[in-house]
């Protein structure tokens, strides 16, 4: 479900510590370029080379905490500033994340600001959600619909002990969530990102990293612009380290009897 040494190679992505975890992958291309810690100016000058806008058209910039008085995404909205605290991992991978996914950021952060303009003194579903999913969100794709319905239905076992060799191949995590990458810099039991399932056409999983990358961003974009993932209890739950290679010990069945990690759930159709 993760992806392999192999596919990892064939990608052309090199993961170098301390970003050992296949998760990271989305990434890769980035942390090629740039030191292996949060260093907050080399991350604002690779934004400023590669033109990122918010949805308004303002050109990012990532900026160290203002004292204007202006709300975080209010800022965002204002004046395209992304408020990046120097040698901040929670900052910095949300920094990578808008190079990673620059038009579902941005249209999440316009979902913010439209609810700003609606109503300034209460939060509700919808940003709830765009929080959420900005924080800990991840995208899951497969070619066979059938595993993102396990994966819907919390059958944890039949999708990665039975179904293992399939989950393998033909299920990708595209982590989304800053807070998510932060935490599997020292990942722990129980760790859950909130996840939207993507199906794909047949030959989606061998295309390069890069396409596969503007697909997802121009989908989950346009998705967010259209008013999708507005429920915070729609987003699905998935415990990561039941993802196939980022944990040795999903590799003993047994692993997948802890109901505490790998809970029944709620069991719903996907959407």
Same mark, same amino acid.
Request: with cysteine.
């Given at each position: 479900?993760?992806?392999s040494?192999a596919?990892?190679?064939?990608s052309?992505?090199?993961l170098l510590?301390p970003?050992?975890?296949p998760?990271f992958?989305?990434?890769a291309?980035l942390?090629? =370029?740039?030191?292996p810690r949060?260093?907050? #100016?080399?991350?604002a000058?690779?934004?400023a080379a590669?033109?990122v806008?918010t949805?308004?058209?303002l050109?990012l910039?990532?900026?160290?905490?203002p004292d204007? +008085?202006? +709300?975080?995404?209010?800022?965002?909205?204002?004046?395209g500033?992304?408020e990046?605290?120097? $040698?901040?991992w929670?900052?910095w991978?949300?920094?990578?994340?808008?190079?990673t996914?620059?038009?579902?950021k941005?249209?999440?952060?316009a979902r913010? !600001?439209?609810?700003l303009d609606? &109503?300034?003194?209460a939060r509700? &579903?919808? /940003?709830?959600?765009?929080?959420h999913f900005?924080?800990? +969100?991840?995208l899951?794709?497969?070619?066979d619909?059938?595993?993102l319905?396990?994966? &819907?239905?919390? /059958?944890w076992?039949?999708?990665f002990v039975?179904?293992r060799p399939? &989950?393998?191949?033909?299920l990708?995590?595209?982590?989304?969530?800053?807070?998510?990458?932060e !935490?599997l810099?020292?990942?722990?039991?129980g760790? #859950?990102?909130?996840?939207?399932?993507l199906?794909?056409?047949?030959?989606?999983?061998r295309?390069p990293?890069a396409? =596969?990358?503007?697909?997802l961003? $121009?989908?989950?974009?346009? $998705?967010l612009a259209?008013? /999708?993932?507005g429920?915070? /209890?729609?987003?699905?739950?998935?415990?990561l380290l039941g993802?196939?290679g980022? #944990?040795p010990?999903s590799e003993?069945?047994?692993?997948y009897? $802890?109901?505490? =990690?790998?809970?029944?759930?709620?069991?719903? =159709?996907?959407v």
């Amino acid at each position: 479900m993760s992806p392999s040494p192999a596919a990892v190679a064939a990608s052309g992505a090199v993961l170098l510590p301390p970003f050992h975890n296949p998760l990271f992958l989305p990434l890769a291309p980035l942390l090629r =370029q740039l030191p292996p810690r949060p260093d907050a #100016t080399a991350l604002a000058a690779l934004a400023a080379a590669r033109d990122v806008r918010t949805a308004g058209g303002l050109p990012l910039r990532l900026v160290p905490p203002p004292d204007d +008085g202006l +709300g975080y995404e209010a800022r965002i909205a204002a004046r395209g500033e992304v408020e990046t605290r120097p $040698d901040n991992w929670h900052d910095w991978f949300n920094g990578l994340v808008w190079l990673t996914f620059p038009r579902a950021k941005a249209a999440l952060s316009a979902r913010h !600001a439209a609810e700003l303009d609606r &109503a300034a003194d209460a939060r509700g &579903a919808v /940003r709830d959600a765009m929080t959420h999913f900005d924080e800990c +969100g991840a995208l899951v794709v497969a070619e066979d619909a059938s595993l993102l319905d396990l994966l &819907a239905g919390f /059958r944890w076992r039949e999708l990665f002990v039975e179904r293992r060799p399939e &989950a393998i191949a033909g299920l990708r995590v595209f982590v989304f969530g800053h807070a998510t990458y932060e !935490a599997l810099l020292a990942p722990f039991r129980g760790l #859950t990102a909130k996840c939207v399932p993507l199906p794909v056409a047949a030959g989606w999983l061998r295309r390069p990293l890069a396409e =596969q990358l503007a697909d997802l961003d $121009d989908r989950l974009a346009a $998705d967010l612009a259209a008013g /999708r993932h507005g429920d915070p /209890r729609a987003l699905q739950p998935l415990p990561l380290l039941g993802v196939p290679g980022v #944990t040795p010990a999903s590799e003993d069945p047994a692993y997948y009897d $802890d109901t505490w =990690q790998f809970r029944p759930g709620r069991r719903r =159709q996907r959407v």
